[in-house]
Every structure is written in C-alpha cells, then in structure tokens.
C-alpha cells in the first residue's frame, strides 16, 4: 500500500512541479517533510522498526492528501484512488501479520502475503490475466500480453 502511496504522491508532485506555481508546490514538499520528521522523531524512539513502518505509511497517506487536494487547485486533475479490493486486502494483509506478530518473522510476512493475495483474488482486483502474467515472471519468460 505505501508503495501505491508513494507511487501517486511521486506523481502529484512531478505533476504540481511541472505547473506556473512552484511556490505552493515547494512549500507542501517542506510541509510533508516537517510532518515525516515529526513523526519519525515521536515514533521511532518508542517503538523502533514498527514505528518508523507507522510513521512512513502515515506520511505517505498526507504527502497523497496534501498534494492531492494542491493538485487539484492548481491544476484542477483529481488523484486516482487505489482499488477497494487493493485496500481490503493490505487491511486484512496488516491484521493478519500483527496477529502473528510474536513468532519469528517469515511467519507474520507468509501469512500476511497469503492473506493479501487470497483478498485479491476473492475480490476479483486481480483477475486470470495477471495471475498468468505473474506465473510467467515467476518461470523467467516473456509475459504473453
């Protein structure tokens, strides 16, 4: 999920950059890194890895928000929203691995992986053509597309 964030907030900012009012733009950026040093700073400390996990994915949610709603002022284009399925799944995806979270390591990420793809599929957000896609990278051949 904070991959997707980050890839939409990259984009919201190139975009908002590459417009006639750059001031806006530089000082949103500055704002969202006061925020993550914030929030960096508050967490890190208390609750290490975990922390810097919340800090990052919470920071990635406001880099999207801000820029997004300055995206959308300057420029008048609204940001694409991630699939429901997609946000179904990183929450089940979460849940899972936090309910595991005292056994060694490769136990909550395998079952938290599992729990994303099997939502994936039941939701259809993932459907046959990209199971093959991802078989055929998986086999080191050229995807048939």
Excluded at 55 to 77: E, P
């Amino acid at each position: 999920m904070t991959s997707w964030l980050a890839f939409v907030g990259g984009l919201q900012g190139s975009l908002i950059m590459s417009g006639d009012e750059l001031r806006p733009g530089v000082l949103a950026s500055a704002g969202v890194v006061a925020a993550t040093l914030v929030a960096d700073a508050a967490l890190i400390p208390h609750f290490g890895a975990q922390g810097a996990a919340i800090a990052g994915a919470g920071t990635s949610v406001l880099t999207v928000i801000v820029f997004g709603a300055l995206q959308h002022r300057t420029l008048g284009l609204r940001p694409p929203l991630p699939p429901w399925g997609a946000l179904t799944a990183a929450g089940v995806a979460g849940s899972l691995a936090a309910l595991t979270a005292r056994q060694p390591l490769v136990v909550p990420c395998s079952i938290g992986i599992i729990g994303y793809l099997i939502v994936l599929v039941a939701t259809k957000t993932i459907g046959r053509d990209d199971l093959d896609f991802a078989r055929a990278v998986l086999r080191r051949q050229p995807p048939q597309r």
